[in-house]
């Protein structure tokens, strides 16, 4: 994904039919999950580099390394949030705690009740993104994900799941949730890859 360089620091804030949204909607598919902490594990699973299956506890997941990222949300619903400040953990640093076997080229991202998100390996490990935890300093809401969603600022916002509860390591391609049901299967808002039909071969598995 390529954005628009900025000519003479300008460059289009809001990728193309996208609108500027004041405060901050809540926007899903089904209930908002209770959590429950003595329930709750972070796993990546999958095609990991040593096989195995990594769990953390709500307490250890909430001591892995904090940082700050600002970015913006673009929900293919046509609203646009700027400016968002995140805290949490970056995908990177779990990258390193939990290496992929050197044939993983996609993942797919779990929450509650099974909603689910795949992404390009090299998505899931931009630099910006996260799994939030924070949202301007303060712990998420439970119906902005608490305790902890993921941020994919440079794709449509439904690729972050809410209320996510792990990772899985794939070495092909497979649909999550909305990109089963006529989402993009990339989602990159500057090239506006809404819906399937829009999708050009290879960018991903048949329906
Ligand atoms: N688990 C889960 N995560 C989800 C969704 C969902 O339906 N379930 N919707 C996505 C969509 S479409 C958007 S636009 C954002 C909205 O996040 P917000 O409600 O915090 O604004 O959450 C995303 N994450
Ligand atoms: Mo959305």
Known sequence: M?????REGERPELPPGQRLQRGWPVTH????PRFRPER???RVFGATADAGTHRWKHEEFSALPHETVVADLHCVTRFSMLGVEWGGVRTRRLLELVPPAPEVTHVMVWAEYGY????RLEDFTAGHTLFATHRAGEPLTAEHGFPARLVVPHLYA???PKWVRGVEYMTADRRG?????????IG??????????????GDGPGL
């Open 29 to 32: 598919y089904g209930p908002v």
């Open 40 to 42: 709750w594990e972070f």
């Open 177 to 185: 949730f909305w990109e089963e049901r006529g989402y993009h299967n």
């Open 116 to 119: 689910s998100a795949n992404l």
């Open 188 to 201: 990159d808002p500057w090239s506006e890859q809404r819906y399937s039909y829009q999708e050009a071969p």
């Open 158 to 160: 439904w690729k972050g």
């Open 2 to 6: 390529v954005q628009p360089e900025s």
